[in-house]
């Protein structure tokens, strides 16, 4: 009883300092999050687990006081379970360049959030920890998938993480623009771009009527590839031209001259050129500033996915109602979507009572595939904490395999259901009904591959006069180049 009355007296004055520094509705989305934490037990489950964790998925500082504030009371929930263990709070934006020296130094936090690109590289480099007798220690190792075992496990069967969430590549729509476009239905839905042509079309009207970009497109760093490559698949580029392939002698080959490959570079340059519907900063835009761009009013549509809708409503502004995630437009060559995720792997130093730990904390705040009621309570008061901050309550896209959680999952985004399932229906139809097809990222040294084809995108849409075929075969060249040092001739 002692334990529950200063759990709860943990979260009465987080909630009076949010009601008493942030607007009323922040004190309201801590209280509806606080309401739901009460039901996670506050019952000792390890008094002996002694360790200090540094916990690399915390928010960071410039999240909405409520957020913050959650992951406080998950905190405070952990000193009660795990009394002996101290958590430090580390949020870490990762990027396999900032995560490298970290890991060799011996600074990185003890858990992070890779994406599905990286977790074979980090294992093969002896960057991650083995926590395979943790998973074991907590009944997880049951619940994988077989193309997660593969994905974050080595040729021994050892585990080197677990998945946090999936995602499918489709397109945020910021309605207002499309509204002042002319661009809506008879029942007060946008019209939605179906296919790439359409979206250059919708892009230009929106251009000419609002002044605003039809599309923002991140070029900087490795953004603007990766979304190539999806319009590349869209042109044709699988099966016999995909981006990469295995020659008959085993040996990885890079292809970004096929006609799709080509093709595809072109529509992206006829969208700078040709119907001008690109945000004109596009060279420096990253991820996190198409998202504040979209959110914001600067463009009306972006290529983005169902685990990043936070971004342009809670963070950017736009009302949920005035949001619509869609199915990633087909092209020439068929409906293709990215189909990837994150996953939580853990810094090469990490203890087993660390990694431990770390799964108690990930089990509190309901990222652990069991229907217990913990984990529930958790789960209810991320989903209150979405609604209340304005963020899209939408069903998941499991990354687990066990069907009584995936159940449950789906029952706590109808209950606090947000939206009207319009704007986003068509996109979940479409991961269910045939009409796109699922990909995985391209299999080798993804990464690497995203960064050469960005480096083409930023010369075509800085140089009118760029030669889309010279371009592509430079990358090509050099992509190939480092296929071979790395991985063919070793």
């Not at 060799?104 to 480099?125: E, H, K, M, S, W």
């Not at 251009?207 to 923002?216: F, H, M, N, Q």
């Not at 990930?362 to 789960?379: H, K, T, Y």
């Amino acid at each position: 009883m002692k334990k529950r009355i200063r759990f709860l007296a943990i979260l009465a004055s987080l909630c009076i300092l949010l009601t008493a520094y942030t607007p009323a509705v922040m004190g309201s989305s801590a209280s509806a999050a606080s309401s739901e934490l009460e039901g996670i037990s506050a019952e000792v489950v390890d008094a002996d687990l002694t360790c200090t964790i540094t916990l690399g998925n915390w928010p960071p500082d410039t999240a909405p006081a409520a957020e913050l504030a959650l992951f406080e009371g998950y905190r405070a929930i952990m000193q009660l379970q795990y009394p002996n263990v101290t958590v430090v709070p580390a949020y870490f934006s990762y990027t396999l360049s900032n995560y490298l020296p970290m890991a060799r130094g011996g600074t990185a936090p003890t858990v992070f959030q890779p994406p599905f690109t990286d977790p074979q590289l980090l294992i093969n480099q002896n960057l991650v920890a083995d926590v395979t007798d943790a998973l074991e220690q907590f009944g997880i190792l049951e619940k994988f998938s077989p193309s997660f075992v593969e994905l974050l496990g080595d040729e021994n069967g050892r585990i080197y993480g677990l998945p946090r969430d999936g995602y499918v590549l489709g397109m945020h729509i910021n309605i207002n623009l499309f509204e002042q476009a002319g661009l809506m239905t008879d029942d007060g839905l946008p019209m939605i771009p179906k296919t790439l042509q359409e979206l250059a079309e919708y892009g230009q009207i929106i251009r000419e009527k609002t002044g605003k970009a039809g599309l923002v497109f991140p070029a900087s760093e490795t953004f603007g590839g990766w979304l190539y490559t999806n319009i590349a698949w869209n042109y044709g580029a699988v099966g016999e031209n995909a981006l990469q392939y295995q020659d008959a002698d085993g040996r990885w080959m890079a292809n970004f001259t096929s006609e799709p490959a080509v093709a595809a570079m072109e529509y992206l340059r006829s969208l700078r050129w040709d119907y001008d519907i690109l945000n004109a900063d596009a060279t420096t835009t990253d991820w996190a500033s198409a998202h504040s761009f979209l959110g914001t009013g600067e463009a009306a549509m972006n290529f983005a996915a169902d685990d990043s809708v936070a971004e342009p409503t809670a963070g950017g502004g736009l009302a949920v109602d005035k949001f619509a995630l869609i199915p990633f437009p087909a092209g020439p060559g068929g409906a293709y979507a990215l189909t990837g995720g994150t996953c939580f792997m853990f810094a090469p130093d990490t203890t087993h009572d660390q990694a431990v730990a770390t799964l108690g904390f990930l089990r509190i705040i309901g990222m652990l595939p069991f229907a217990s009621d913990d984990i529930v309570a958790g789960m209810r008061a991320g989903a209150a904490a979405r609604r209340e901050r304005g963020v899209p309550v939408l069903p998941p896209i499991p990354a687990w395999n066990d069907a009584d959680f995936i159940a449950v999952q789906r029952e706590i985004a109808e209950e606090y259901a947000n939206v009207d399932m319009r704007l986003y229906q068509d996109f979940f139809d479409s991961l269910t009904d045939g009409s796109v097809a699922l990909k995985g990222e391209e299999p080798v040294f993804a990464q690497q591959l995203y960064r050469e084809l960005t480096s083409v995108i930023q010369r075509l849409i800085t140089r009118e006069d760029a030669d889309v075929l010279r371009a592509l075969s430079q990358a090509q060249e050099r992509f190939q180049e480092y296929l071979d040092d790395e991985l063919n001739n070793r």
